[in-house]
């Protein structure tokens, strides 16, 4: 990528370049006749001759050579003729051979500066490509060492041996800080604390903290998260204006390791963030899984703040979380929604922490107009419902939705059994019915 850049920014000077040396080229041939053209005076006769003198003055007589040219071209020039009035308008006087000439030596000698350039930057750009390759091995070669030095020590660590650790250089910390990083995502409890404690005995705080600050964007963001599994106390300060940036990645990132630091600051910081910007509750989830930190707080919060569109991003967190204990919000929300798109997730969400009072709701909304309403509770009422329920289904099974249709198959099968969804399926008149219940068997089958 660097290189690319480098000679995408090289090639755009080269026009500019070429068009310089264009110019200063030129130049040099018409300059030669100026200063013997600047000698020609224009008389009242209308005739322009090469005196000696100009003005009672005398001054350098012109070049011979340049006398004849300009006396051939004065040849040329028509004189007013008092009987036919107004003086005729002269014909353009062609170039001279010298000129063209001149002209075509400068374009010439253009091509060729141009030509070697463009040929001393390919040469350049290979040379750095050969180089770059080259620093790209070593540096790869570099890390598979670092690896395969200090990898036994981390699992000696956590496997409670008193490894002796070699010497850490400045230049190997951000190495070390990565695959730290990299370990404690997948340990926890007391091999993530051995861990821990190895990056203490390393004095890596001072060094995380000055990173976080630094301009390289990859280092700025290895040095949040490290201070989010390092706990540092120190880096609340820097983490909360990252946290409140707003810019996606970074910002969560940021909020995640204030989470690990304070919860209560960390909780307080995502909201604020999550309630203004776009955010992916897979993602969120995950981090908050990670930070141990209680959740209801900061769900109950971003449910009662979130816009009607948002509403359906905080229900699937919920459901990713896991939390059956945001059932009696999530009843409280749905009374309020209006929104199809609100309803049907908070529909969905039913199914999976619902209670037998809440069957009544998921029959409620199986005739609402909207076609995502009825497939969710449709879905719900497979989930909460009982067998005699199997029959409230049967009309969602000629709806037009080929998706409300599929979900009334899948939850009339769940609640009556394969024999009863078979049957159904004989007596049915409606092919569209009838095709979609033999799907879903096939499908159990």
Not at 51 to 73: D, F, S, W
Not at 193 to 202: G, M, P
Not at 227 to 246: H, I, K, Q, T, Y
Request: proline share 6%.
């Amino acid at each position: 990528m660097l290189g690319c850049a480098t000679a995408f920014s090289v090639r755009r000077l080269i026009s500019p370049l070429i068009l310089l040396l264009a110019l200063v080229s030129g130049s040099g041939r018409p300059q030669e006749h100026s200063a013997a053209a600047d000698s020609l005076v224009l008389i009242p006769s209308g005739e322009l001759v090469s005196p000696a003198v100009r003005g009672g003055q005398p001054v350098e007589a012109a070049p011979a050579g340049i006398e004849l040219e300009m006396a051939e071209t004065l040849r040329a020039v028509p004189k007013a003729d008092a009987s036919q009035g107004a003086p005729r308008k002269p014909e353009p006087v062609p170039l001279s051979v010298d000129s063209h000439k001149g002209f075509s030596e400068a374009l010439v000698a253009t091509l060729r500066i141009a030509a070697e350039l463009n040929a001393a930057i390919i040469v350049l750009l290979l040379v750095y490509s050969i180089f770059a390759r080259f620093a790209r091995k070593r540096t790869r070669a570099r890390e598979l060492r670092f690896r395969s030095r200090w990898l036994p020590i981390l699992y000696g660590r956590m496997a409670g041996d008193e490894v002796p650790l070699p010497s850490l250089n400045v230049a190997d910390r951000l190495l070390f800080l990565m695959l730290l990083i990299e370990t404690l995502g997948y340990v926890r409890d007391e091999a993530a604390d051995s861990l821990v404690a190895l990056a203490e005995e390393l004095d890596m705080a001072p060094f995380v903290l000055r990173f976080l600050s630094s301009r390289s964007a990859w280092k700025r963001m290895v040095a949040i998260r490290a201070a989010g599994v390092l706990r540092l106390a120190g880096a609340v300060e820097s983490l909360m204006p990252m946290a409140a940036r707003d810019r996606g990645p970074p910002s969560l990132a940021a909020a995640a390791a204030l989470i690990r630091i304070d919860a209560k600051r960390g909780l307080a910081a995502l909201h604020a963030l999550l309630v203004r910007t776009d955010w992916s509750a897979d993602a969120v989830a995950s981090m908050l899984k990670h930070s141990g930190a209680p959740t209801e707080p900061l769900l109950v919060g971003l449910l009662h703040s979130a816009p009607p569109q948002g509403v359906k991003r905080v229900v699937r967190l919920i459901e990713h979380l896991g939390n059956s204990h945001m059932l009696t919000h999530l009843r409280t929300t749905l009374a309020a929604a209006t929104g199809p798109e609100a309803i049907a997730a908070i529909l969905h969400a039913l199914r999976a922490f619902g209670e037998a009072v809440d069957r009544r709701t998921a029959i409620a909304f199986l005739s609402h107009p909207d076609w995502i309403v009825r497939m969710q509770a449709a879905y719900a009422l497979g989930g909460l419902g009982i067998s005699e329920d199997a029959q409230l289904l049967a009309s969602l099974l000629r709806d037009r939705n080929w998706w409300v249709r599929y979900r009334a198959a899948q939850s009339m099968l769940r609640l009556a059994g394969t024999g009863a969804a078979s049957a159904a399926a004989e007596q049915e008149s409606d092919p569209y019915a009838r095709d979609m219940l033999r799907h879903v068997l096939a499908e159990h089958a």
